[in-house]
């Protein structure tokens, strides 16, 4: 297949680019597009054949369920068969933005999207491209991050390109996604909120919404599962978000001899803050900002341009802990393939 690439000019229903778009959309096609987080691979969430090309242009397992995206929460409420208190309170103070509720499906909701199971998981963005796109489609739109599975999600359009071309039918290009790391995904079925994946809402923001502490914060998988979570979310495995590269979190004190333990192959670092360290052919130092905020907007793209570079080994300096930190650390462990 052709993959179509369309530069979005203005971020309305009646641009070009998303006018296209959304009729690809409505023709059960796929579509990457800007979000807040991450760029998403989308389809009509009400049409099971387009939901499937989603599965076959990811390589995902079946058993994977996907995220609808609605431009409105009333829209993601028509998309859930129960609608508890807290699911309005976190709407009312997340909405719109990176927070996603998994919630009892509604009959409508073809059962491809929650991989057979019971639930939805449902989230209202904020990217106008996103809001646009959803609008002039019409329909609520399944997204994935854009990437294939397993991998490290894209954060621009050329990551799109460099992974899915020739495999999706168009790729909205509107520059990098703002956040630049996935939404928080919080489970509202079991009776107590349980977070099922760290992410751009910390732990702390929810519970100081909510007014009550939520479990699974960070430690997510495991942790969800301790908490009593019998059907965590299943995109949580080992060797999630990983980068070519072999990937090792090293200490500040030990950067210096971790760089020249692997010096035979091409070493790419990523530092928060300056460093005395010097560049050369087989080092390439990458530094993100010391806030949580800004490290996240850019972590994927460094892992992204490090593995394009070619890096044999990623170091990573280990980052600071704390709650504002749990998608960050999260995501390390998963890179690492240590799902614990
Ligand atoms: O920021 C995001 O969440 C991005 C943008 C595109 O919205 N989407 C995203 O989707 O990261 P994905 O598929 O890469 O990750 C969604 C996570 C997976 O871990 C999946 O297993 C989980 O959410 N999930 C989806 N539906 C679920 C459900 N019904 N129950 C439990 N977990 C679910
Ligand atoms: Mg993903």
């Known amino acids: ?120 998981a449902v989230r209202v963005p904020s990217d106008p491209v996103a809001r646009a796109l959803i609008e002039a489609s019409g329909v609520p739109i399944a997204a994935p991050s854009a990437n294939p599975s397993n991998r490290v999600s894209a954060t621009t359009a050329e990551h799109v390109r460099r992974h899915l071309d020739g495999k999706i039918d168009l790729v909205l290009d509107a520059g990098p996604s703002a956040g630049g790391m996935e939404s928080t995904v919080v489970r509202l079925t079991g009776g ?39 059907d965590e979310s299943p995109g949580m495995g080992r060797l999630h978000y990983a980068p070519q590269a072999r990937l090792l979190v090293v200490d500040e004190s030990a950067l210096r001899t971790e760089i020249a333990r692997h010096s035979l192959g091409r070493v ?4 928060l803050g300056p460093a005395d360290l010097p560049d050369s052919d087989s080092l390439r130092l990458l530094r993100l900002p010391a806030d949580s905020s800004g490290y996240m907007s850019s972590f994927y793209a460094a892992l992204h341009e490090l593995d394009e570079w070619g890096a044999s080994d990623i170091l990573v300096e280990r980052p600071p802990v704390g709650r504002e930190w749990d998608a960050v650390q999260d995501r390390l462990r998963r890179a690492m393939g240590d799902g614990n």
């Not at 790419?268 to 530092?271: D, F, K, S, T, V």
Request: glycine content about 10%; aromatic content about 4%.
């Open 1 to 120: 297949m052709l993959t179509e690439y369309l530069m979005v000019g203005e971020a309305s229903t009646s641009d070009p680019a998303i006018h296209r778009a959304a009729r690809v959309i409505r023709e059960g096609g796929l579509v990457a597009f800007r979000t807040e987080t991450v760029y998403g691979l989308g389809a009509n969430a009400l049409s099971e054949s387009a939901v499937r090309k989603i599965f076959a242009a990811k390589g995902r397992p079946a058993t994977n369920p996907i995220i609808v995206h609605a431009a409105e929460a009333s829209k993601a409420k028509a998309l859930v068969s129960e609608w508890p208190p807290e699911a309005q309170t976190l709407a009312n103070a997340f909405w719109p933005g990176a927070l996603t509720l998994v919630l009892a499906r509604a009959g409508g909701v073809p059962a491809v999207v929650s991989a057979g199971g019971p639930t939805v």
């Open 192 to 230: 107590v909120p349980v977070i099922l994946r760290p992410g751009l809402v910390s732990a702390a923001e929810i519970e100081a919404a909510l007014g009550v502490s939520v479990a699974g914060c960070g430690i997510s998988e495991s942790a969800a599962r301790r908490a009593g979570d019998a």
């Open 268 to 271: 790419g670092a990523i530092l």
